[in-house]
């Protein structure tokens, strides 16, 4: 019934601190990122090469990806919105790009300031350029279940961006639950259009849990053979540019299931716990997992 084995990118270092009030050291970013790739995850999105005014919080983006300590294992990706951003990546050193952009026009703007149409533009450039690069490019699309501003969004319009970025050349799709709205019955109906027509080796599923559901969404999601998954280590997290966005499901609870029902990862719970404990300290404030927490109280 369930995979063997599923892949988790951990998208803290990224997707989690990118919303934090409080500013981590660059020092201690990189620390904290060393400690991930040492727990036996796979890929790291490490940081982002977007305008410095819109995300501070991950400014130091070149810093932290010159000074990480690079595990041959893993590969170490970065969010990049445009030529310029990739252009910056490149020279940091990046195994990954990551382009972004939305099935809702609106939440599109509000996050690049342009429209659907204006980013594929720029979009096919830069998947071109990583690709001829020789970089893996992920294209997450974000609000592919529920936007903030324009409500429910069709698997058609979320077939339109995923058809456009495989054939700028992205080699795999993360669909994004931008705010944690989605049920299992949404994932049922996204995946019935989204699997009829791609393979689910190339699909990314991306779950944030404001409203605690993302563990239902993954089961339902493993249901139909999805076998990759992001999370941010201690639920870190939320897109700045969506109202009422909380932190990415937590990868604690997420090995803490997976594990449970006997699918292999290939990460260490224990090193996971360290880390997240680290950047616990360092933010000093409770991350949301449940499972991060059961461990602090025993
Ligand atoms: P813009 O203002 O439209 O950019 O911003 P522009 O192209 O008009 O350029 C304006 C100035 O910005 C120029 O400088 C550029 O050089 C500079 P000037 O000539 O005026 O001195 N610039 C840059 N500087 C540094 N890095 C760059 C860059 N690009 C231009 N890459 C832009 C457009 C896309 C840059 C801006 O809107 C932006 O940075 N947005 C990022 C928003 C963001 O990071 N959101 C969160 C991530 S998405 C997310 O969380 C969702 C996800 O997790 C999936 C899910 O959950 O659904 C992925
Ligand atoms: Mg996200």
Request: proline share 4%.
């Amino acid at each position: 019934r369930w995979p063997e084995n599923v892949q988790v990118k951990e998208v803290g270092p990224r997707d989690g601190l990118q919303n934090e009030k409080t500013r981590v050291a660059t020092a201690d970013k990189v620390h904290w990122i060393n400690m991930l790739s040492e727990s036996g995850v796979k890929e790291i999105e490490y940081s982002s090469f977007v305008h410095p005014k819109w995300v501070p919080a991950l400014s130091d983006a070149h810093e932290v990806g010159k000074k990480i300590k690079r595990n041959p294992d893993v590969r170490y990706s970065a969010l990049v919105p445009n030529m310029k951003g990739l252009e910056l990546a490149l020279e940091t050193g990046i195994d990954g790009a990551s382009v972004f952009m939305s099935a809702s026009d609106t939440h599109n703007r509000k996050n690049i300031n342009k429209s659907i149409d204006q980013t594929f533009s720029v979009l096919q450039e830069v998947v071109d350029e990583a690709k001829q690069a020789g970089k893996h490019v992920t294209g997450y699309v974000s609000t592919v279940f529920d936007c903030p501003y324009e409500g429910r969004i069709t698997p058609e319009s979320v077939i339109r961006v995923c058809d456009k970025l495989f054939e700028f050349g992205a080699d795999d799709v993360s669909l994004g639950d931008t705010i944690g709205t989605a049920v299992p019955s949404q994932v049922e109906k996204l995946l019935d259009a989204v699997l009829a027509r791609y393979p689910k080796e190339k699909i990314i599923m991306h779950f944030h849990d404001t409203r605690g559901m993302a563990i239902a969404n993954i089961m339902t999601s493993m249901e139909y053979g999805i076998t990759r998954l992001d999370s941010s280590i201690g639920g870190l997290g939320g897109c700045p540019y969506a109202p009422g966005a909380a932190g990415n499901v937590a990868t604690n609870d997420v090995l803490y299931l997976l594990h449970g029902l006997g699918i292999d990862t290939g990460i260490s719970e224990r090193k996971l716990q360290e880390a997240a404990l680290y950047i616990q300290n360092k933010l000093g404030k409770t991350l949301p997992s449940k499972t991060l927490a059961s461990v602090v109280n025993q």
